[in-house]
């Protein structure tokens, strides 16, 4: 083996690496505000007592955990445009992701919303509040807390997930250590530096995640 | 007690429920004035808890009809929160919101229900949390108060929406013995301003304190209804003087 070990192209284009970082948390954080939200939505729609609304809740969420994500990103980039919805890569992406996120969110928060004591519900039933009231004052902060946990690992999956969206030009970390491998042919420096990069990144978003957590939820339980 | 229409809290007629095919309540019929206090007693599983939520809807019944001060309850409920207006409900477990300090525990359903102003809310709040006598611990969640604590908040928290009507399942039930008298002693100052109540509880010496009619239900009928001298000294059914003998002794 006579390969030298040179890092210095790879340190050298640390403008497009910073990039490619500030690429990934745009779009990741996007796609788990927007993906919480749809998330919210469709445990609703899975829980109603409507029929139809249940029905598509449970097959928008069943077709998502049951394909590949990197699929979903190619529907999204170069199926949409058949019918008329023709986006970026970064915004297919996000996109993509958002989907992707929603479906596994919506299970979560759904087992967070079941673990609430009924009584709670009924207390508010019985102070005159409406159901809506009653989910968005009395049940939603102590049902994601009681999953937050598990809400975060998604999260962060989905952000690691998010390199593959480098296959449809999104300009995410991925994406330009490809270029600069492409330029530079220094596979083993750039992937492990890469590798090192998302470590990191996960490492400050499970900070980021538990800090929001500690604030959020700081109210003591017995 | 003489009862016209206009003086009743509510009225119960030919009320029937079934869980499934189990009858849980039969036949009830029940005629509350206003200012009455009524404890309500039986064995478990009779149909009390059932009973006093059917009143604000927290279930629904299969026959019969519920008024509470005049208005009819639909039987889907379509207008249970005009009702709960008027009706507060405590609970065995308290059921405060772990999440929200005692102070806003109390002010939520005066914001979002009765679109009380903030400063509005606060004032009322404290208000009952004196009465209460627990203003000190307002800023506290409900993890950090005593059982007894939390059930004054409780109460507090269903008097904020001013109700005619208090409707308590088993409140000292889930108690530590030293924390019953706390409560009790709350509930009986707020029978002595004269609000309508109906108490389901197997505390004896509430019932005798404060109680204009004491009644006693068994396999979701009411089996025996009378003043609480007669109830206890005089019980004119044989089910009540077993179930009496069980508690008194216990
Ligand atoms: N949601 C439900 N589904 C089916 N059966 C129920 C339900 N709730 C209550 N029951 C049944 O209805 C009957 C009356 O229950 P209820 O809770 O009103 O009794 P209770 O007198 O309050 O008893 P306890 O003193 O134990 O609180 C019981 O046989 C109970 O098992
Ligand atoms: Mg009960």
Not at chain 1, 184 to 208: D, K, N, P
Not at chain 2, 220 to 243: L, M, Q, V, W, Y
Request: hydrophobic share 45%; net charge positive.
């Amino acid at each position: 083996m006579n390969y030298s070990f040179d890092f210095t192209p790879v340190l050298a284009a640390w403008p497009m690496l910073l990039e490619g970082i500030l690429g990934t948390l745009r779009m990741s954080s996007l796609s788990m505000v927007f993906g919480l939200t749809l998330g919210i939505v469709f445990m609703m729609m899975r829980m109603s007592r409507q029929p139809v609304l249940r029905t598509i809740a449970i097959g928008y969420i069943e077709l998502i955990r049951n394909t590949p994500i990197l699929v979903q990103v190619f529907f999204v980039f170069f199926g949409m445009p058949a019918i008329g919805l023709r986006l970026s890569g970064e915004q297919a992406a996000i996109l993509a992701m958002t989907l992707n996120c929603g479906a596994y969110a919506a299970e979560i928060v759904r087992g967070g919303v079941q673990s609430i004591r009924p009584g709670q519900i009924e207390a508010g039933r019985a102070l005159g509040l409406h159901t809506a009231d009653i989910y968005r004052f009395i049940v939603f902060r102590p049902a994601i807390r009681a999953v937050y946990p598990a809400l975060c690992s998604q999260f962060i999956l989905m952000m690691l997930n998010s390199s593959l969206v480098s296959s449809v030009s999104a300009e995410e970390l991925t994406y330009f250590a490809q270029t600069l491998d492409s330029q530079t042919f220094r596979s083993f420096e750039i992937y492990l530096t890469l590798g090192v990069i998302y470590l990191v990144l996960s490492q400050f978003f499970s900070a980021a995640l538990s800090m929001i957590g500690r604030v959020y939820f700081s109210y003591p339980t017995k | 007690m003489s009862v016209n229409s206009s003086q009743k809290a509510i009225e119960m007629v030919g009320v029937n429920k079934w869980y499934g095919p189990l009858q849980v309540l039969k036949g009830i019929d029940l005629d509350v004035s206003r200012g009455e206090h009524i404890v309500l007693c039986g064995p478990s599983g009779s149909g009390k808890s059932t009973l006093i939520r059917c009143i604000n809807h927290l279930e629904e019944i299969q026959q019969g009809r519920i008024s509470v001060n005049g208005t009819e309850l639909s039987q889907k409920g379509t207008n249970a929160d005009h009702i709960r207006r008027d009706v507060g409900m405590v609970f065995q477990q308290f059921n405060l919101f772990p999440h929200l300090t005692v102070l806003e525990n109390c002010m939520l359903a005066q914001r979002r229900v009765r679109k009380t102003s903030a400063a509005e809310a606060k004032d009322k709040a404290m208000r009952h949390l004196e009465r209460v006598h627990i203003a000190e611990q307002a800023q506290k969640y409900p993890a950090q108060l005593s059982g007894g604590q939390q059930q004054r908040v409780a109460i507090a928290r269903a008097l904020c929406m001013d109700p005619k009507i208090m409707l308590f399942d088993e409140p000292t039930s889930a108690l530590d013995p030293e924390m019953v008298k706390e409560v009790l002693d709350t509930m009986i100052s707020l029978a002595d301003g004269g609000i309508t109540m109906i108490c389901v509880t197997h505390e004896m010496g509430f019932a005798r304190a404060v109680a204009h009619r004491v009644i006693f239900m068994d396999r979701g009928e009411i089996i025996e209804s009378a003043k609480p001298d007669a109830f206890f000294s005089n019980p004119s059914h044989e089910r009540t003087r077993a179930f009496l003998s069980q508690i008194l002794n216990h």
